[in-house]
């Protein structure tokens, strides 16, 4: 029990403590009198208001620990795949043999490309933001499959769920293609995950944006064969992993928030998109990018910590909501870069990455404030060695967090005390006032 002494009105309340939190409902019994509202928590960006309960991430910031379901991020990433991931993740064990083999024939028998996703897609100009394009490539599966709508049962909901997981890489390298100009590539369902993606995504066409050397580096032979190069698959199977999940994050709780209207699926997981998309979440692979280029030069780094310090603009890819240490994710990622990087040639951007770390983690400012290197700081250095451009770094993020958006819906439609999102606000506007005559 909290005991509370209001020192306004000199009344004692008693409120429930359990699993370490008060129901923030218990506090508008505290009120000044009959009329008052009662005592409400004022908390913008939610920083400390727990919304539901969930079994999915485990993630201790002070200590730097991610677990799926239990299972540390490291073994995760040294012995699982993707698809075994976001199997567990759904249904909550490891699958074992038999059960992968059946998992990922139905993803495969999702991979169905919608008759009318070309069309879709084409319609954008080339020009396009890619992110852009998988938001309302997302929000048009719920135009494409009405039966999302009415969904009742977890069974139902599952074919969904694995539509989505099926289907999100193939918007996704369908809107990179759009912006080349290049025809689409269908996916191969017997493929390793990053292999199919890679396949998606760099098969060549007769398109003249590709080059023989771009070939080579990513091991491709000739027009007609394409072979995705084992390591790079392997290290985007590895990033994929990592993006996952990741508890309440932004596009997360926007994804909860949609679904807690009734709203379908597609519709939910589209505005997890346009969430992610901004640089301070998702887009942050690719404003770490911009940064290291506008920087240049390893001898341009201490002016340029000096004008973040002096609050012009921020360290990208540095600092976290939960993180108050090294994210763990972080360091898987630097690792997959150096074998990455052995197969690609050295990003030359990477010296700049390495120095900027170093005065981060000794430089007072920083340190004060607990800010460490989150997961986006080198995976975009990854993906530029593959040869994607800057702007598809929030669309790879997004296909990695799938999974996790799917499964915080299906456990949310699950969930007993399940809500409608709606929070309050402190309205500060206007008292009443009388609308004039002569408007
Ligand atoms: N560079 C410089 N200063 C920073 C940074 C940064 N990257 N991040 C936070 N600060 C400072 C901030 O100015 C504030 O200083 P002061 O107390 O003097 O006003 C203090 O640290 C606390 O910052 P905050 O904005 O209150 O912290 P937050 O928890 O709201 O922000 C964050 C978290 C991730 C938005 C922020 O650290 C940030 O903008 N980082 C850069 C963007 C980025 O890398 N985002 C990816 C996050 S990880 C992947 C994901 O989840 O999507």
Known sequence: MLSITDTRTGKQYEIKVEEGVIRAADLRAIKTDQADQGLLAFDP????????HSTITFID???????????PIEQIAEKST???VAYLLLFGELPDVAQLATWKASLGAEMTVPEQL???MDAFPQTANPMSMLMSAAAALSAIYPDARTVATQEERLVHARRLIAQMPILAAYAFRRTRGQSYVNPDPSATFGANMLRMFFKPDNSPNFGASMLRRLGGKNDEEYVPNPVLAH?????????EDHEQNCSTSTV???ASSGADPYA?????VGALSGPLHGGANEAVLRMLREIGTIDHIPAFIERVKAGDGRLMGFGHRVYKTYDPRAKIVKHTAD????????????????????????DEYFLKRRLYPNVDFYSGLIYEAMGLPVEMFPVMFAIGRTPGWVAHWLEFEQDKEKKLMRPLQLYTGYDRRDYPESR
């Not at 960006?45 to 539901?52: D, E, H, I, R």
């Not at 290290?235 to 993006?243: C, E, G, N, P, V």
């Not at 939910?268 to 997890?272: F, K, L, S, V, W």
């Open 339 to 362: 074998a990455v990087f052995k197969v690609t040639g050295m990003n030359p951007l990477l010296d700049i990455a390495v120095e900027l770390e170093r005065i981060a983690l000794t």
């Open 118 to 120: 070309p069309r879709f």
């Open 45 to 52: 960006g939610l920083t400390s208001t727990a919304v539901c």
């Open 235 to 243: 290290a985007l199977d590895i990033l994929f992993m990592l993006h």
């Open 61 to 71: 910031g002070e200590a730097g620990i991610l677990r799926y379901r239990g299972y």
């Open 82 to 84: 993707y698809e075994a």
């Open 256 to 258: 909860r928030g949609v």
């Open 268 to 272: 939910a997981i589209a505005a997890g």
